[in-house]
């Protein structure tokens, strides 16, 4: 059973427009939370990562939240680019070590078009 | 220069022949992933290991295996390749504290 569901499963946006991409898990222990992007054909690149019970990080135009009472996490992204079209990949980790298991979702991806 | 390198990046084979994926990384990371990645599903492991010949099953092991005989260099072995072994594999790193990950630019496998 998927432990890690993201939604919305694709998103067209406007360049300029902002936009926010859902991730809602099931796995416990859910040590951390990781959003990484993955331009086609390439690999993931880390965005951001999220530990405390609800967190907030920013990273430029990419802002994230999580809260671990409600298992969900937010992907903000402001003012998007063209180059910003990726698919965006949550990954929760069920602990802080290399021990651990990562549980990753399917992805949503995003379409910026001019 | 913290990269992590995956060749071929892209390979065709025939159902029953053996296929060689190599990773390498100049990072001195610990532990190394393999992980397959399908439509529609999330990246799936298939192999990690935990330094030179310390190799431990992720969730799909069957149909493949794993050399790790230098600290920066993991392989993923398919002994007689299957048509539904046709996927993107990816090789990842991280230092021993876990969960900062590094992946290569994946290597698309089509077996035909």
């Known amino acids: 059973k998927t432990q890690v569901e993201q939604s919305p499963q694709s998103l067209v946006v406007r360049q300029g427009e902002n936009c926010v991409l859902q991730?809602?898990?099931?796995?416990?222990?859910?040590?951390?939370l990781r959003w990484f992007k993955q331009d086609t054909g390439k690999g993931l690149v880390s965005l951001t990562v999220?530990?405390?019970?609800?967190d907030k990080t920013s990273n430029g135009r990419y802002s994230a939240t999580l809260d671990k009472d409600a298992k969900h996490s937010t992907l903000h992204i402001t003012a998007t680019l063209l180059d910003d079209t990726a698919t965006y990949i949550c990954?929760?980790?069920?602990?802080?070590?290399?021990?651990?298991?990562?549980?990753f979702g399917a992805g949503t991806q995003l379409i910026v078009i001019p | 220069d913290m990269k992590v390198t995956q060749m071929p990046r892209y390979l065709i084979k025939r159902m029953g022949e053996n296929v060689l994926l190599e990773c390498g990384q100049d990072?001195?990371?610990?532990?190394m992933y393999w992980y397959r990645q399908d439509p529609g599903l999330g990246l799936q492991l298939i192999y990690i290991?935990?330094?030179?010949?310390?190799?431990s099953e992720g969730d799909i092991p069957k149909g493949y295996r794993v050399s790790r005989k230098k600290r920066e260099h993991f392989s993923l072995i398919l002994d007689s390749a299957k048509t539904n072994q046709t996927s993107v594999y990816f090789c990842?790193?991280?230092?021993?504290?876990?969960?900062?990950?590094?992946f290569g630019e994946g290597s698309r496998l089509i077996v035909v």
């Open positions: 990842a790193s991280s230092p021993g504290s876990g969960n900062t990950l590094y």
């Open positions: 991730c809602n898990y099931s796995v416990t222990p859910d040590n951390h």
């Open positions: 999220l530990v405390d019970q609800k």
């Open positions: 990954v929760v980790g069920d602990r802080g070590s290399a021990l651990g298991r990562l549980h």
């Open positions: 990072m001195s990371h610990e532990t």
């Open positions: 290991s935990y330094d030179v010949d310390s190799n």
